[in-house]
């Protein structure tokens, strides 16, 4: 049982070698059952890639000191939105926000924890757009983020070994979710 309220930090680029670990921890957690893929296997590879790019943006939220879970990504590159192919047509306004991880781990599922984390990444963003994938697998994940204000405008298996992955779109800012009384979000300690 959750007992304390959610604290949401933030994290850049430059946190990354400190939150590393964290990162790949909740994750560990989150797919315990399916830690065996291939696919999954690799994901640090993932967080390092992301969190490569100079305008990485994370929020982690906390139980306490415990890491409950997190949302992370950062802007395409003008130009270059690798959703272009799936939308037709394009919105005229491109700039995006792809927002690659969105986790929480077992124990927070259900408790308002993934929109916290999901809007408090994306609440300032001066983006046009956010874009993401959910594995077309997971029916209940996309009508989630369709709840959100994403909309599917293509299908994408960007490895050999990954799933199917529905690619979805949002026009930002989103509209504001209810409030949620346990979410406090504190500055990152740096």
């Known amino acids: 049982m959750i007992t304390t309220p959610l604290h949401l930090r933030h994290y850049t680029h430059e946190d990354l070698p400190r939150i590393r670990q964290t990162l790949l921890d909740v994750h560990a957690d989150a797919y315990a059952n399916a830690m065996d893929s291939p696919f999954n296997q690799r994901f640090a590879w993932f967080v390092d890639h992301w969190g490569g790019h100079a305008g990485f943006a994370c929020v982690m939220g906390y139980d306490g000191d415990e890491p409950v879970g997190y949302a992370y990504g ?7 939105e690798w959703w272009r192919g799936h939308a037709d047509p394009a919105p005229e306004n491109t700039r995006t926000f792809a927002v690659s991880e969105l986790m929480v781990r077992p124990r927070w599922r259900g408790t308002g924890t993934s929109v916290q984390l999901h809007h408090t990444l994306l609440a300032h963003r ?6 993401l994938t959910v594995d077309t697998e997971h029916p209940r994940v996309r009508a989630l983020y369709e709840s959100w204000g994403y ?5 994408s298996r960007p490895f050999p070994d990954s799933p199917l992955f529905a690619v979805m779109l949002a026009a930002l800012p989103l509209e504001r979710p209810s409030p949620i009384p346990s979410a406090s979000p504190i500055p990152s300690h740096k």
């Open 74 to 80: 950062a802007p395409a590159a003008d130009g270059r």
């Open 126 to 131: 001066d983006e046009d757009l956010a874009v």
């Open 151 to 155: 909309r599917k405008v293509g299908e």
